[in-house]
């Protein structure tokens, strides 16, 4: 589902995009990670008129006092972002 967004595709244009792709597999046959969540992602775009970003910047990330939560990592606090250690081979 994600291969098919394209450099500078909103939510809107890659939900109107996945819509348009067959099922992987046929209902209630097999399970498959959905990408139900991003299009809850363009509803959330939708219903507000604000991006998906800044809408949970101001409804719920600034309300709860959560200054160092978002979707990316500033430039200035990256030096505070945890590295992903994984087991040598």
């Known amino acids: 589902g994600m291969t098919l ?15 348009e792709q067959p099922l992987v ?8 990670y959905a990408v139900g ?7 959330v775009e939708a219903v507000s008129g604000h991006p998906l970003d800044q809408f949970f ?6 309300p709860l006092a959560m200054p160092d939560t978002a979707f990316w990592v500033p430039a200035e606090k990256r030096n505070r972002l945890v590295v992903l250690d994984a087991p040598a081979p």
Request: glycine share 12%; hydrophobic share 40%; aromatic share 8%.
């Open 37 to 43: 969540i991003d299009v809850l992602g363009g509803l």
């Open 5 to 19: 967004a394209k450099p500078g595709m909103d939510l809107a244009a890659w939900t109107k995009r996945l819509a």
């Open 57 to 62: 910047e101001e409804r719920i990330f600034r």
């Open 25 to 32: 597999h046929h209902p209630g046959t097999r399970y498959h």
